[in-house]
């Protein structure tokens, strides 16, 4: 049986490209005495992988080159040597872009098979628990404040801006282009949404921020969180969830002028946040993230490419800004 | 009754110079219905007001000349005509460098008359209350901890050190001089202090925090916040209590690389605090405060200036670094 697998040729230099990459085949793995043969059926990409390949600086550890691109799928258990997972079970697990793969049974999770797989790649996986914890547990939003969040129809942004409108919260998206703002409005109910590539962006964040920010969930780093500190209200909260501004690059920025400065004259909160630190309450956003989505209040946005061999291009794309929602590739029905 | 005032004669471009100061005299104020006379005794100086000299970014309001320069004084109640404020009591009041001042009644606050009335304006007025507030509510400390503090010999940072002993922490200061960070180590029980100043900074600071940062008590911003952002432990805190780097400028330097990724790698908390929002906990605090000095524990450090005249003089040298601990000038006994 013939596994496709795409493999990190050579780490990039400046911006990542699609050259990084290579497919290569060998033979399928096969499993071991408690081990399982995963199909991959979805891949997710995201743009936190972009800092596995960064020579240092990342909670990914060190990359090299040779290996399969990591990366967590959505797969089919095709051979199973663990009673705990069964034949035929949907799981997620550390798949890596490549057709096949073998891992222990306790390192994959059987999810729900009702409703589009994707889903636990989406809004029911990383994505939507990242928005979950970081806008209540570390943003804490309260009725009637502004919340403002950066790459807002990323796969993240899309579903914390909705969820700032479930909390009675005042809703404003920063995006990259003028079409992802109309959308964030029209289809998603954001009060205000900005095109920070835009002539007038400075301008028309601050009107759109209103009287001041006070919960500002943080994507991007660079420019946009620079100009989000200086309308932080006082006792704002900033929730620094990624930097995609800093992954695609060798050469870091410096760290946005008022920092601490900006910080101490409003006393700001700027709290750095990784998902895996909630584990222990996955299921109960999950019930909570399912119960909005089912009630059509959550409205879970996916961007798909299809086929493995356009995974280095869908990444690269996603690095330039091009998903809407999460981004996924379509690997197996 | 002659009063001999300080004025600002000039805001400072760049650098501020002694110049920058005039002395006056006038008349003595007199007070009118609910108000009391004060002469003051001792002043206070601190970097925190430097800020209140830009022209904007400041918690303290935007700055005019030709006015007497503010600050905190403790001062003997002169002439009273407000029953709640008899003539001869102690109070800490908004003199600035003045020799007499009026206020309402209720702008002063009565103090203790025990002891030297200069502890007032350190470790019972806002230095140590700050120290207090910053280190426990903000900083959160727990034992074992290694807590760092910047501008560790100054008015605040040596009482933090020393509070962080009492939460039986490691305590390392960063301080401007060899001198200095020996007396934090012998006089005070600082685990380490490292000169900021000195060529083998960045190894001495790696070594001297160990396993890594657990609180940063961060008083100057800069380079300094941006070494100690390198060694936060996962978890970490950072109190932005003050940023006397960017005080004494007014081109204020971008912010340290590392923010936001550093904090999201680490999952580090950065919080900016004024110490007024502690202000329904204060007696609280002036409690334990004044049990650990009088019972020895905590050892307040003044640094004095004999006259008036000589504020600016103190205000620029000790925006050079020159102070250890409290800086104040005694005006009268």
């Given at each position: 049986m013939e596994n496709r697998q795409i493999v990190i040729a050579s780490l990039p230099a400046g911006r990542l490209a699609a050259e990084n990459f290579e497919l290569r085949t060998a033979p399928a793995p096969t499993p071991g005495d408690g081990e399982v043969l995963c199909r991959t059926l979805v891949l997710t990409i995201g743009a936190g992988q972009r800092a596995g390949l960064q020579g240092s600086a990342s909670y990914a550890g060190a990359p090299t080159t040779g290996i399969v691109m990591g990366g967590t799928a959505v797969a089919r258990v095709e051979a199973s040597n663990a009673a705990s997972v069964p034949v035929g079970a949907l799981v997620t697990c550390p798949a890596g872009w490549q057709d096949y793969s073998v891992h222990a049974a306790e390192a994959v999770n059987v999810v729900d098979?009702?409703?589009?797989?994707?889903h636990h790649l989406g809004v029911y996986g990383t994505n939507g628990l990242t928005a979950y914890f970081g806008l209540f547990a570390v943003g804490e939003p309260k009725p009637g404040e502004t919340v403002v969040v950066s790459a807002a129809a990323g796969s993240v942004g899309h579903l914390v801006g909705q969820m700032a409108k479930l909390a009675d919260c005042r809703a404003v998206g920063v995006a990259g282009s003028d079409a992802k703002c109309a959308r964030l409005r029209d289809e998603l109910g954001f009060d205000a949404a900005v095109n920070y590539r835009g002539d007038g962006f400075r301008d028309e964040f601050k009107q759109a921020c209103g009287k001041g920010i006070d919960v500002y969930f943080d994507n991007t780093g660079g420019d946009i969180l620079g100009a989000a500190l200086r309308r932080m209200r006082p006792h704002g909260r900033i929730v620094c969830c990624g930097v995609v501004s800093q992954y695609d690059t060798d050469d870091p920025a410096p760290g946005p002028r008022g920092v601490p400065g900006l910080l101490v004259n409003n006393r700001v909160r700027m709290q750095g946040f990784l998902v895996f630190d909630y584990a222990d309450r996955y299921a109960e956003a999950r019930a909570q993230l399912k119960e909005w989505v089912t009630s059509g209040r959550l409205v879970p946005w996916m961007d798909e490419f299809e086929g493995l061999e356009r995974a280095p291009e869908a990444f690269v794309d996603l690095l330039a800004g091009g998903n809407v929602g999460t981004r996924i590739v379509r690997v197996a029905d």
């Amino acid at each position: 049986m013939e596994n496709r697998q795409i493999v990190i040729a050579s780490l990039p230099a400046g911006r990542l490209a699609a050259e990084n990459f290579e497919l290569r085949t060998a033979p399928a793995p096969t499993p071991g005495d408690g081990e399982v043969l995963c199909r991959t059926l979805v891949l997710t990409i995201g743009a936190g992988q972009r800092a596995g390949l960064q020579g240092s600086a990342s909670y990914a550890g060190a990359p090299t080159t040779g290996i399969v691109m990591g990366g967590t799928a959505v797969a089919r258990v095709e051979a199973s040597n663990a009673a705990s997972v069964p034949v035929g079970a949907l799981v997620t697990c550390p798949a890596g872009w490549q057709d096949y793969s073998v891992h222990a049974a306790e390192a994959v999770n059987v999810v729900d098979d009702d409703g589009d797989p994707a889903h636990h790649l989406g809004v029911y996986g990383t994505n939507g628990l990242t928005a979950y914890f970081g806008l209540f547990a570390v943003g804490e939003p309260k009725p009637g404040e502004t919340v403002v969040v950066s790459a807002a129809a990323g796969s993240v942004g899309h579903l914390v801006g909705q969820m700032a409108k479930l909390a009675d919260c005042r809703a404003v998206g920063v995006a990259g282009s003028d079409a992802k703002c109309a959308r964030l409005r029209d289809e998603l109910g954001f009060d205000a949404a900005v095109n920070y590539r835009g002539d007038g962006f400075r301008d028309e964040f601050k009107q759109a921020c209103g009287k001041g920010i006070d919960v500002y969930f943080d994507n991007t780093g660079g420019d946009i969180l620079g100009a989000a500190l200086r309308r932080m209200r006082p006792h704002g909260r900033i929730v620094c969830c990624g930097v995609v501004s800093q992954y695609d690059t060798d050469d870091p920025a410096p760290g946005p002028r008022g920092v601490p400065g900006l910080l101490v004259n409003n006393r700001v909160r700027m709290q750095g946040f990784l998902v895996f630190d909630y584990a222990d309450r996955y299921a109960e956003a999950r019930a909570q993230l399912k119960e909005w989505v089912t009630s059509g209040r959550l409205v879970p946005w996916m961007d798909e490419f299809e086929g493995l061999e356009r995974a280095p291009e869908a990444f690269v794309d996603l690095l330039a800004g091009g998903n809407v929602g999460t981004r996924i590739v379509r690997v197996a029905d």
